[in-house]
């Protein structure tokens, strides 16, 4: 199950070091805004890089989407 928290700026890290200390939990920190656009767009970039180098390389066939 996947939960999205609204944290204050100020009680990140706290937040954080608490989420860290149980071994249950997975962190996955997503900034939000223009950052946040930013990031998403390098993350498409780098796996889109990733599937095109593998398909010059003959690991994968390319797909039609």
Do not use: C, H, Y
């Not at 100020?10 to 223009?34: A, D, H, Y």
């Not at 946040?36 to 390319?62: I, R």
């Amino acid at each position: 199950m996947k939960i999205v928290l609204d944290i204050p700026d100020n009680k990140v890290g706290f937040m954080m070091e608490l989420l860290r200390s149980l071994s249950f939990v997975k962190t996955n920190p997503m900034l939000v805004g223009s950052a946040n656009e930013k990031a998403l767009f390098l993350g498409e970039w780098n796996e889109a890089m990733e599937e095109s180098n593998d398909e010059l390389a003959n690991k994968t066939q390319a797909r039609n989407t």
